[in-house]
Structure formats: structure tokens, C-alpha cells
């Protein structure tokens, strides 16, 4: 610290300090399916069975969502997402996915608040809605005279009065229907002058009023009472419904229609109507979506440069090719799997864990690779058998292995292959394999699922979809984009940083740092650092060009470590005359 001799301005310099490179959290895969209710295209984070059910409700008759959910918790899963599939956009006539929804009329007649379902679905039919207008508490009189103009009052009490609130001026002649402003002690500001004189000993009563509403499914009810049709009120209707309901939001429709009869119509129970699903004409479309801005994203586009997702899994894609009438031919099915593979190619470090036709066909599932070769994305079959209430059940092994993902990428790491380990859950394969065929598949890139006598059922495989030898397995790929992630997010500080030797130095520094601490993790290989990796940033990859141009350029190279596929050993037969002639 500087030494402070006199009164004025010390200069102290400081290193400036950069937050250190680290992995970010992996193995969080988002589902694309149907469900019954909750959020369209809109990624919703997940950590239970139950939350799922309370979100999105019971599951669907030919939906495979929740069984893969519960694959991937069953195998050590922690927190995923998943992202609800509807058709929303169509003819008139077609049917896409709409909320239930009710229009509440005033007292004079006009439409003043629209309630709709919380989200589209045909669950938004079976809500009931009950309102009722009334007086609140808090009736109290004028304490001084007040003059026709006037734009305030004064009362006795300003007790449950409070800005928005709509009071009744009411003397034994007249009365008035008017907004309150603002409350100033006990001064109520109206939001319209007065029309009449009013005197406080005839007496004046000013008597608040407010509604109730009422929102009941089956045994859950939700119930919200002082509410206001003023956006000024803190019981704003949109505010507080909107706020704490989870079945309905509101909006405030807002016709001409003076205080007096601003009230909404009194309903004992009435049922919102209009609510479908939009399944019967789900299409390759409606998965694949797209991204025309922040404020209009559906699918899988809508997904693109989510923060903390970095595997994909679409189970219910199945689903939708046995069930819709727009899924013609697996040709659809293809066109979906393509457009999820670019998605996770564009993000650099997402992974695509990519489900085969079903029915168990080995000639199908080897032509099925064949249409796909990247990186970004691998195949597991066959699909797995799971056991719920006494019932079989075929589903995709998608869920079952991104569980298993997620488990060793927390408790072991990202280099990790996903294979050898036991897949909890399940009760059987829809296929049993022989050696020859695994051998076929294997060599193929199609990770197969095999059972082991005294070792249960597991994965036995790691490879991607692609037919580069340097991305073969998929640990490989999903390390060094989860790497190439966080340094490109750790180095954002150097951003319009000047671009010279003193800048390259801090970079490398940091880089190296980073690296070193994963070699000692074991995510790198090598007897020495040198040997693990290198780092360049000098003269040599930042030409004067490109730092004209505002360019720094990092070279990294990795060893990444690879898993074992094969094991070989060689067993030789010393014979007797051999043993013989060593002793001679």
C-alpha cells in the first residue's frame, strides 16, 4: 500500500485479476415430447418424477416422455429439461393447440376480462370460474364538506383504501362511482372530480368496492378475493392472478365503460372453453420449429445457446411418427434427426443422443446409421423394456443413457466413456443380440445394449455417428467441446483488450492454467503437461493482419484420453523339449 505522507492523490497500480477457466455443469439434457399441459416450446428445468407430473401433467397415452424421464432419474440423473411439443400454427379449421379460456362481461354488457388456462391443452375444458362482486371492509364517511369540482376528499378512515380502489360516494340523495388516485393520509385523491356538492353531515359514505374470483380443477382450487380492475390497485386482477395461479392467467380487457358499471358480471360457475392439444396434426415442422428473435422460438431452434443444456434426446419424435398422419414415412422422422444434429453442431458442444426406429429390426437399425456421419450425435440400440404396475412397456433407451451420462460426468468427469455401466430400470431388451450382430453394429457406430449373465444389462459401446477416426467416441467430442466452451467463455474479458504481446501472455497463462488443472483431473493424457497439450499465442498465429483487423488467434492441441474397446491377450504354449533345453 502507498505511503500517505500529505492530504491529496495517490496513484497505486494493481494487477487487475481474471476470474479463473472452469468446466461448467454437463450431462443436462433437455426431452423434447407431448404432454399433456405446461409451457409450449419453452425449455422447463426438471429434478423429480413429481415435479414433471405437477408441470405437465398426467402423461399421455402414446407419449413416451415420462417413462424416459424416469429412465433417466432411475440411473442417476439429477436435473434435466424438457421442452413440450404442440402444433401451433395452422388453417382455422386445423387442429392446433389453443388455451381454454372464458370472456367476463362487465355490468354493462362489454367484455372486461379475458381468463384463459395457464397453458393450451384440452385440461384447460375442465376448469369451473366463479366471481363475485361485493363491498369490502373498510366503509367510512366524509369528515369534511366537499364541493362539486373538488378533486379530493377527506374521511374518518383510509382503512382498506388504497390507490385503484373503486369507492362509491354515496349520500342519502346521489351517489358516485369513481377511482381512487392516490391516498395522502386521510385524503383520498379521485381519479374524476366530483359532480355534486357533498356534505359531511348529511352523512356522505365512501364504501370501497372489489371482486372475487375463483378457479377450481377437481380438487384443486385457487381462490383471490379484493381484486381490482385498475392497473394502479397493488390487487391489480392481472398482477395477482397472473402472479400466483397456477391454472389460469388474466388480462384486462379495458372497455369505455364508466366506473358505475366497471364491475365484472357476478357468475356462480361457469367452464372455459375452446382448449385443444394440437397433436393430431404434429409434424416434422412443429419439432424442428425456428428462431425469428428472442420473442418467437419453437423447437428445436428455440433451444439454440441455452446456457445449461448440452444433450438432446427426443423420445416422443417415435411417438409422433406412430400416431400423426403428418409423419408419412421415416423420411419425416430422418428430416427431424438432421435438424437436431445441426442444432448441436451450431452450439459446438451440445450432444445429440439419437433413438433408432422401433421394432427391433437389425437390418433397419444398420441402414437407419447409415443416412447420418457426424460428431454430434450417436445411436443406442435396441430399446429397453421397463416394468411400471405389473406392465411392459417398449421405450426409447435415450432417457436410461442420458442418466448414466449425467452420473459419471458428476462423479467421475466428462472423459469418461458412457459405456460399461449397468442400466438401472429396465427389465429386458426388445431384442437380444449375438456377438456376430454386435460385432456388425459395433463397427458400424451403433452403440449396443447387451445383457451379462452375473452382471446385469449394460451399455457396450461409446462411439458417435461419425466416420472421422478422430471423432469416434463420443467422451472425446463432448470433452473438447465442453473445453473449447469454457475457455471461449472464460475469455471474454479480453474483448476489445489491446491486441499485443502483453494481452497474448495473459491469455496463454490462463489458458495453460486451466489446462493443467484438467490433466491432473485426468481429462488429459500425457506423462507431462507437454505432453497433454500446448497453448500458442504470439507473433506467430496473430500476424500484423490480423491484429489490423482486431484478431487474436489461440492455438490449443489436446490429448484427450480415449477408452479402451479391446483388450487382447496373447497366450503362448511353452512345450516340454523347449523347457528341457533352457535347463541344459
Request: charged share 25%; with cysteine.
Amino acid at each position: 500500500m502507498a505511503i500517505l505522507r500529505a492530504p491529496g492523490v495517490y496513484y497505486e497500480p494493481s494487477e487487475q485479476r481474471v476470474a479463473p477457466l472452469e468446466l461448467g455443469k454437463t450431462g443436462v439434457p433437455v426431452f423434447l415430447g407431448i404432454t399433456r399441459r405446461g409451457p409450449l416450446d419453452r425449455p422447463v428445468r426438471v429434478t423429480s418424477e413429481a415435479r414433471f407430473t405437477e408441470i405437465f401433467g398426467d402423461p399421455l397415452p402414446d407419449s413416451y416422455l415420462l417413462s424416459v424421464l424416469r429412465g433417466f432419474f432411475d440411473n442417476g440423473g439429477d436435473a434435466c429439461f424438457v421442452l413440450r411439443i404442440a402444433r401451433t400454427q395452422g388453417a382455422p379449421d386445423e387442429d392446433v393447440a389453443r388455451r381454454a379460456a372464458f370472456s367476463v362481461p362487465d355490468r354493462a354488457g362489454q367484455a372486461t376480462l379475458l381468463v384463459e388456462a395457464q397453458d393450451e391443452g384440452v385440461w384447460g375444458n375442465a376448469l369451473r370460474l366463479s366471481l363475485r362482486s361485493s363491498p369490502s371492509e373498510g366503509r367510512t364517511f366524509l369528515t369534511r364538506d366537499a364541493d362539486a369540482g373538488d378533486e379530493s376528499v377527506q374521511v374518518k378512515s383510509s382503512h382498506g383504501i388504497t390507490a385503484g380502489t373503486l369507492v362509491c360516494i354515496q349520500d342519502p340523495q346521489q351517489e358516485q362511482w369513481v377511482y381512487v388516485s392516490r391516498v395522502e393520509g386521510k385524503t383520498l385523491v379521485l381519479a374524476e372530480p366530483l359532480g355534486h356538492a357533498r356534505l359531511s353531515g348529511a352523512p356522505t359514505y365512501v364504501t370501497p368496492h372489489s371482486f372475487e374470483l375463483h378457479v377450481r380443477e377437481y380438487e384443486r382450487e385457487e381462490r383471490f378475493d379484493r381484486l381490482s380492475l385498475h392497473g394502479a390497485s397493488p390487487r391489480w386482477v392481472e398482477r395477482i392472478v397472473n402472479d400466483q395461479s397456477r391454472l389460469v392467467r388474466v388480462r384486462c380487457l379495458r372497455p369505455e365503460t364508466p366506473p358505475r358499471h366497471a364491475l365484472p358480471m357476478d357468475h356462480a360457475e361457469v367452464s372455459l372453453t375452446g382448449g385443444s392439444d394440437g397433436l393430431a396434426n404434429l409434424g416434422p415442422d412443429d419439432f424442428i420449429g425456428h428462431d425469428r428473435g428472442p420473442t418467437d422460438r419453437r423447437g428445436l431452434w428455440g433451444l439454440v445457446e441455452h446456457p445449461e443444456i448440452d444433450i438432446l434426446c427426443m423420445p416422443d419424435l417415435m411417438a409422433a411418427y406412430r400416431t400423426s398422419k403428418r409423419f408419412r414415412s421415416l423420411r419425416d422422422v430422418e428430416v427431424v434427426q438432421d435438424a437436431a444434429i445441426s442444432v448441436c453442431e451450431r452450439s459446438r458442444h451440445w450432444f445429440a443422443l439419437l433413438d433408432m426406429p422401433p421394432g427391433g429390426d437389425f437390418e433397419e437399425a444398420m441402414r437407419w446409421r447409415q443416412q447420418f456421419d457426424s460428431a454430434h450425435a450417436a445411436f443406442h440400440f435396441p430399446w429397453v423394456v421397463t416394468l411400471r404396475g405389473g406392465r411392459r412397456s417398449t421405450v426409447p433407451p435415450c432417457g436410461h443413457v442420458s442418466g448414466i451420462i449425467s452420473r459419471i460426468d458428476r462423479d467421475v468427469g466428462i472423459h469418461k466413456a458412457p459405456a460399461n455401466e449397468v442400466i438401472e430400470g429396465i427389465v429386458d431388451l426388445e431384442v437380444i443380440l449375438q456377438d456376430t450382430h454386435l460385432a456388425m453394429l459395433n463397427n458400424a457406430g451403433i452403440n449396443c445394449l447387451r445383457p451379462f449373465a452375473a452382471r446385469g444389462l449394460r451399455v457396450w459401446g461409446a462411439r458417435t455417428c461419425s466416420s472421422d477416426p478422430e471423432w469416434r467416441y463420443i467422451n472425446v467430442r463432448r470433452t473438447i467441446g465442453s473445453i473449447a466452451c469454457a475457455i471461449e467463455r472464460g475469455t471474454q474479458w479480453a474483448v476489445f483488450e489491446p491486441n499485443g504481446p502483453q494481452l497474448w501472455k495473459r491469455v496463454t497463462r490462463s489458458i495453460v492454467g486451466f489446462l493443467a488443472g484438467l490433466r491432473e483431473r485426468g481429462l488429459l493424457s500425457g506423462p507431462t503437461p507437454e505432453d497433454a497439450f500446448f497453448v500458442r499465442c504470439d507473433e506467430e498465429t496473430n500476424p500484423p493482419d490480423d491484429v489490423d483487423r482486431g484478431i487474436m488467434t489461440t492455438e490449443i492441441g489436446l490429448a484427450v484420453s480415449r477408452p479402451v474397446e479391446f483388450i487382447v491377450f496373447r497366450v503362448s504354449q511353452r512345450l516340454e523339449d523347449q523347457a528341457q533345453q533352457d535347463e541344459e
